[in-house]
């Protein structure tokens, strides 16, 4: 259980599925509160740059919400938009969260996991996950992933203790350095 309880907001991706059929968000929502941490909104949204971009959109400038995981909408069919719709939202990028899912879920699915886009970033000091919209990789994050990294106890490091220092301005020297 973990130190500080985070609120929380999920999003599925989805054009087919209701909230009966929402198997993903609901095993991120248990989990997240499984492990102390507050569901601080769900939606469903269908598979649409616009429509998935608004919702996160409206989440990241609630100061409330710390914390967005998406699921859904990372694979290569037409329809599969989230990380379009991430990107551009994104101050920085966590490119090790993609990279890590991928190891975890090779282990599993094998090279099936290369037709994953699972990305992450930091957006207006709130912390964006998006994983694919199956169960099983949403459990793969989760348990593999994102449980200790949103766990302020986890050591040597984590986003949770971070969480406060996402407001910070970059410092002058820093800001000199970066117009050079």
Request: aromatic share 6%.
């Amino acid at each position: 259980m973990t130190d500080v309880a985070l609120a929380i907001a999920v999003l599925t991706v989805s054009d087919t599925r209701g909230p009966d059929e929402d198997t993903s968000g609901d095993l991120l929502a248990e989990r997240l509160q499984e492990a102390g941490h507050r569901l601080g909104a769900r939606h469903i949204v269908r598979d649409d740059v616009y429509a998935i971009r608004a919702v996160v959109s409206q989440w990241i400038a609630d100061p409330e919400v710390q914390v967005v995981l998406t699921t859904g909408g990372t694979g290569f069919t037409g329809r599969d938009s989230t990380p379009e719709a991430l990107l551009p939202l994104f101050d920085k990028t966590v490119d090790g969260f993609g990279e890590l899912f991928r190891q975890l879920s090779y282990d599993e699915i094998g090279s099936s996991t290369i037709q994953s886009r699972a990305v992450a970033g930091l957006a207006n000091a709130t912390l964006v996950f998006a994983m694919p919209g199956s169960t099983g990789a949403c459990r793969t994050a989760w348990d593999g992933i994102l449980k200790n990294q949103l766990d302020a106890g986890f050591k040597p490091c984590n986003f949770a203790e971070l969480l406060p220092r996402f407001h910070e301005a970059p410092t002058a020297a820093a800001t000199a350095e970066e117009t050079q």
